[in-house]
């Protein structure tokens, strides 16, 4: 399974990615649709700089949503049919599995890929097929222990 690191604090922060080398996250995040901008800029400054530094919220925001065996939803304002992306936690790593507009009518189906995604993840890892890219914009974010990167 091949995932791409967008960051790494205290916390790495993976996205799933495709046999030809895409990220469907990333490329959903990049161009939401109309209207959503704002929220597309503020799951990438999450992912980017507050879940490398401070780990999943488990429940303690209102944008962090448990979906069940695992796995959560991230969103901008939990009132708003807007972006949400599913990931859930490994140890220190935190693997985010899909994005996906609320409101679309698939979100049993997302749900279900997010699972999915879960399963291959850990089977891979487990049989010593997890194959971790670099993003070339991914920032090293200094935590504990952690000098800063300049």
Known sequence: MKLLRVARGRWEV???????????????????????????????????????????????LPSWKPLGEGIFELRQRPEASALRVALFNDGDRIVCTNAFAQGSGRESVNVRLAQLSK???????SARHLE???????????????????
Do not use: Q, W
């Open 132 to 150: 971790i890219l670099e993003d070339a914009g991914s920032p090293e974010v200094p935590g504990p222990g952690k000098e800063s990167v300049r």
């Open 119 to 125: 399963d291959r993840y850990f089977e891979a890892k």
């Open 14 to 60: 993976l996205v799933a990615m495709e046999t030809e080398g895409r990220s469907p996250i990333l490329d959903f995040l990049a161009d939401p649709g109309p209207g959503l901008r704002k929220t597309s800029d503020f799951f990438n400054l999450f992912l980017r700089v507050y879940l490398p530094l401070e780990g999943p919220p488990m429940g303690h």
